[in-house]
């Protein structure tokens, strides 16, 4: 059974029949005659909404939830947007065909690159031998088995691909870089920085399972994240004092700004803004990548020209 491209699947009455990998819980909507469902369907850097029409045709979907399904799919358009209709979809059991065939991934050795050039650069700044101490312990702890180089980002947003969450930070550390060059008072606290930036997300590795929500995924990141680093409080108090170690709790609290616990130290405001320029920068420029016309729309901005328009 092959993968379905599901960009070529898209044309207008084209029908097409192979695996699909759905991610994320489609949602159950009411429609005027009877329930319908909406959801996405994902293959590597391909996202396409799908609906299904028939409680009786979605049912397989509503029973398994994400993985992998075989399907038979007609592409359609409805006042200019266009989606995939679903007229069969069963659970795929195929061994051959997992959910990692459709998953896009950072080459490990592109990450390790970023990491060793960053990590030059950031022990020009100051940074110490303590520090990546700490970070390479937590980070790299057996029993988390290296999911930190290895889960995403996101689900659907910046970075959801295999090896996001170590790309999305080490993205985050290359900005840190220039921001502590453009001001000599913040390489008093390089470590802080450094380490916050590394372990603002950490949580994500316990919030999700290879681009799918964790089983205890409503517990969010940030909660997950102070969790587990409360098992390297000691360590960390250590090597600095309890103050670092609260610092980084906040940062791991507040980075999400606005939504989420607002920032209670300018250590997760600097960081929160940080995370926000590496991430909004990433989702734009995606967006171009998959535009047709080099045109793409902001929720909050409407349409906008591309930089290849």
Same mark, same amino acid.
């Not at 001001?183 to 372990?199: A, C, I, P, R």
């Not at 390297?232 to 090597?239: E, F, N, S, V």
């Not at 803004?273 to 909050?300: C, F, N, P, W």
């Given at each position: ?40 369907? +994902? ?18 979907? +509503? ?29 795929? +059991? ?27 650069? +950031? ?29 995403? $980002?996101? #689900?659907?947003?910046?970075?959801? @691909? ?17 921001? @502590? ?32 929500? $964790? ?21 960390? @108090? ?13 940062? #791991? ?10 920032? $209670?130290?300018?250590? $997760? ?41």
């Amino acid at each position: 059974m092959a993968i379905i491209n599901l960009d070529e699947a898209l044309t207008r009455g084209r029908k097409s029949q192979g695996a699909v990998y759905i991610n994320l819980p489609p949602q159950v909507r009411s429609g005027k005659k009877n329930d319908f469902m909406v959801g996405r369907f +994902l293959n590597k850097d391909q996202e396409v909404e799908f609906k299904i029409w028939d409680e009786l045709i979605f049912a397989p979907v +509503l029973e398994n939830g994400p993985g992998v399904y075989e399907a038979e799919l007609e592409g359609s358009e409805y006042n200019g947007q266009t989606y995939l209709t679903v007229h069969r979809i069963e659970k795929q +059991l195929d061994p051959s065909i997992t959910k990692r065939e459709f998953l896009d991934s950072v080459p490990q050795a592109y990450l390790m690159d970023m990491w060793q050039s960053t990590k030059k650069r +950031l022990d020009d700044l100051g940074a110490t031998d303590t520090c990546w101490a700490l970070v390479d312990t937590i980070i790299n702890a057996p029993e988390i088995k290296g999911r930190f180089m290895y889960e995403g $980002a996101a #689900i659907s947003h910046h970075d959801s @691909i295999i090896g996001g969450l170590a790309h999305h930070t080490l993205k985050m550390l290359r900005i840190l870089v220039s921001v @502590i060059e453009n001001s000599d008072f913040l390489t008093e606290h390089v470590d802080l920085l450094t380490m916050g930036v590394f372990l603002h997300d950490i949580g994500k590795i316990f919030e999700y399972r290879e681009l799918e929500m $964790a089983p205890y995924w409503y517990a969010n990141h940030r909660v997950q994240g102070i969790e587990y680093l409360v098992k390297y409080r000691d360590d960390i @108090i250590t090597a600095y004092d309890e103050s670092f170690y609260r610092q980084i709790q906040s940062i #791991i609290i507040g980075h999400h700004g606005e939504y989420g616990d607002r920032p $209670a130290t300018v250590a $997760a405001g600097i960081i929160h803004y940080i995370d926000t320029l590496e991430s909004q920068v990433t989702e734009l420029i995606d967006a171009e990548k998959k535009s047709a016309d080099s045109r793409i729309y902001v929720r909050d901005w409407g349409f906008l020209a591309g930089l290849n328009y």
